[in-house]
């Protein structure tokens, strides 16, 4: 299998599930609005900004050169549209719903990779699940919403098509990973089971920067804790298919989330 499929914003979404299905991954194009990209790049610049960027350690999972912020939906309220945009709501209907009653945020987080950064080591997003045997059954979606042009050398994804679907004694060779092309406002998609990681930046002063959202089965514990990422005061006015996608719902019908917010608005 062979590079990265891709879809405009308006093409039918079944067709782009069954692309996302086979390759492992999809790249729609036009899924943010330029106004919607500069907002959230406004929304987060203080912290981007005071993030720092560790020299490299070659055995650390994140490369050196490299800046990450987490609790981006208690930061940006345009990040909280672009978690629900309904092309992200169609994937996870076809790929989580069919295995959970509903699907929750799983990590939210700010990814800007700088000159000199090298391969991300390559893993799954699904690796958070070690109890299930590869190829595991279908627990989490991922999405990287490009917030800056992403390059073969500036750092765009690396990704192995098809990875997916193996066992847990196949191997990647080199010529099996490609790297995510595409330009602002674009959304890599790619299933739990792909192998991927940031890839290296070699240009000497481009920055690459992503939103990487990914979302997970509702019964699975969420990779970043929402639960103190958004204090509950501020959850609380949110509307509830938010509240339900960060993981504050109450209706998933099998009684896992179950609180009582009278404490917290002191009643
Ligand atoms: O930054 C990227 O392109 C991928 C990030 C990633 O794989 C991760 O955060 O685990």
């Known amino acids: 299998m062979t590079g990265i499929p891709s879809s405009e914003s308006s093409d039918d979404v079944d067709h782009m599930y069954a692309l996302l299905a086979d390759a492992g991954a999809l790249i729609v194009h036009g899924l943010a609005t330029a106004e919607q990209v500069a907002a959230v790049r406004s929304d987060l610049a203080p912290h981007v900004e005071a993030a720092t960027a560790a020299p490299d350690n070659p055995e650390d999972f ?80 991922a999405s990287m919403w490009a917030m800056s042009d992403f ?28 790297r995510a092309e595409m330009p602002a ?25 992503g939103m990487i959202l990914t979302y997970n089965l ?22 509830p298919g938010m509240q339900a996608r960060l993981g504050f719902g109450q209706d998933n019908g099998d009684g896992l989330g179950l609180f009582d917010p009278r404490p917290v608005l002191g009643l």
């Open 218 to 239: 509702s019964f699975l514990r969420q990779e970043e804790n929402q639960h103190v990422s958004m204090p509950l005061a501020d959850a609380l006015q949110l509307p």
């Open 185 to 209: 406002g674009s959304v890599l998609f790619w299933l739990g089971g792909v192998l991927h990681g940031a890839g290296a930046n070699v240009t000497d002063d481009e920055w690459r920067y």
């Open 62 to 141: 994140y490369s050196g050169h490299t800046h990450r912020v987490t609790a981006l939906m208690h930061r940006s309220p345009t990040a909280r549209d672009l978690m629900m945009h309904p092309i992200v709501e169609a994937m996870g209907e076809r790929h989580l719903t069919p295995n959970c009653k509903t699907w929750t945020l799983n990590v939210s987080a700010a990814l800007e990779v700088g000159p000199g950064a090298r391969d991300q080591i390559l893993h799954r997003e699904e690796d958070l699940y070690p109890f299930f045997e590869l190829p595991r059954p279908n627990l989490i979606l």
């Open 151 to 178: 390059t073969i050398d500036n750092g765009g994804t690396q990704i192995v098509p098809g990875s997916h679907t193996w066992p847990a004694d196949r191997k990647v060779e080199p010529q099996e990973i490609v």
